[in-house]
């Protein structure tokens, strides 16, 4: 399984972006995908998650209202719309995928597969 991030850039706060993952060689129906991020000097985070046959999702408080996850169970994608994005968004943000299904332990950071990562850069 390979996972392909996509999306990142600068953009100025206000504004919006839209990332999306495509997970490669996923043969599974039932796993969980979501987005991570990590900022310079900061521990990794949770940003949303989800699962392919629920409506379960998670988000991060920080980020609620704000973005929205969102999955193609035919293409095996994953995107997370991005709006009224803030400098404390800047970060590199990682797609990850639970294979099993788990989705609190994919929350808890519990991944079998990550992406490289795209950069999100938030001017003031």
């Known amino acids: 399984v390979q996972l392909q991030a996509s999306g990142g850039g600068l953009v100025h706060a206000g504004g919006s972006l839209r990332l999306s993952c495509v997970a490669s060689?996923?043969?599974?129906?039932?796993?969980?995908i979501g987005w991570f991020r990590q900022a310079p000097g900061k521990e990794r985070e949770g940003v949303a998650c989800t699962h392919s046959r629920t409506v379960s999702t998670y988000y991060a408080d920080s980020v609620s209202g704000r973005f929205t996850i969102s999955r193609d169970n035919v293409k095996n994608t994953v995107d997370l719309q991005m709006n009224r994005l803030k400098p404390e968004d800047t970060a590199v943000y990682y797609c990850?995928?639970?294979?099993?299904?788990?989705?609190?332990?994919?929350?808890?950071?519990?991944?079998?597969?990550w992406g490289q990562g795209t950069q999100v850069t938030v001017s003031s």
């Open positions: 990850a995928v639970n294979r099993r299904g788990f989705l609190s332990r994919l929350w808890g950071g519990e991944a079998d597969y």
């Open positions: 060689g996923l043969t599974k129906e039932s796993y969980a």
